[in-house]
């Protein structure tokens, strides 16, 4: 089983998006049943809220439901849970060491790190793109894909 972990701020648009299409896109290939796709934030703010709604119309308009989500926080035991710990910039990974202490097994990364353009992913809640975020959440699940395939972990 791969245990992926996405995460974001206030996991209520990038992370849970990058989650429903993470579904998806392993539906698609026939392999859902080698995952456990999960998502979380690294505040307290949007705890027990559903997706933003502009993030659930963006996944709505290309297929994909993101119903019966509740926004949580990460926890300490996700660390042991989780084999990928999936961030959507840079930003998120000292507020994720707050709660975990450490990465000593080195599960943490941003999700465009798996694609040539590493980067962050913008957080629509202030800029409005949700199409850019989608664009770039494909773009590292991908990358990501493309690297569990290389490791022979979707065979």
């Given at each position: 089983?791969?245990?992926?972990?996405?995460?974001?701020h206030?996991?209520?648009?990038?992370?849970?998006?990058?989650?429903?299409?993470?579904?998806?896109?392993?539906?698609?290939?026939?392999?859902?049943?080698k995952?456990?796709?999960?998502?979380?934030?690294?505040?307290?703010?949007?705890?027990?809220?559903?997706v933003y709604p502009?993030?659930?119309?963006?996944?709505?308009?290309?297929?994909?439901?993101?119903?019966?989500h509740?926004?949580?926080?990460?926890?300490?035991?996700?660390?042991?849970?989780y084999?990928y710990?999936?961030?959507?910039?840079?930003?998120?990974?000292?507020?994720?060491?707050?709660?975990?202490?450490?990465?000593?097994?080195?599960?943490?990364?941003?999700?465009?790190?798996?694609t040539?353009?590493k980067?962050?992913?913008a957080?629509p809640?202030?800029?409005?793109?949700?199409?850019?975020?989608?664009?770039?959440?494909?773009?590292?699940?991908?990358?990501?894909f493309?690297?569990l395939e290389?490791?022979?972990?979707?065979?």
């Amino acid at each position: 089983m791969i245990n992926v972990l996405f995460i974001c701020h206030g996991n209520i648009c990038r992370s849970p998006m990058a989650e429903y299409m993470c579904r998806a896109k392993a539906e698609k290939m026939g392999v859902s049943d080698k995952f456990h796709i999960a998502s979380a934030a690294t505040s307290r703010e949007e705890i027990g809220n559903g997706v933003y709604p502009s993030a659930k119309k963006k996944l709505q308009s290309v297929g994909i439901t993101a119903d019966n989500h509740h926004a949580r926080q990460v926890t300490k035991k996700d660390y042991d849970t989780y084999d990928y710990l999936l961030v959507m910039e840079e930003y998120n990974i000292p507020n994720l060491m707050r709660i975990l202490k450490a990465d000593t097994q080195k599960k943490v990364y941003r999700l465009l790190d798996f694609t040539e353009e590493k980067g962050d992913i913008a957080d629509p809640w202030y800029t409005g793109d949700f199409e850019k975020t989608y664009q770039d959440i494909a773009k590292g699940l991908d990358g990501f894909f493309r690297m569990l395939e290389k490791e022979g972990k979707l065979s």
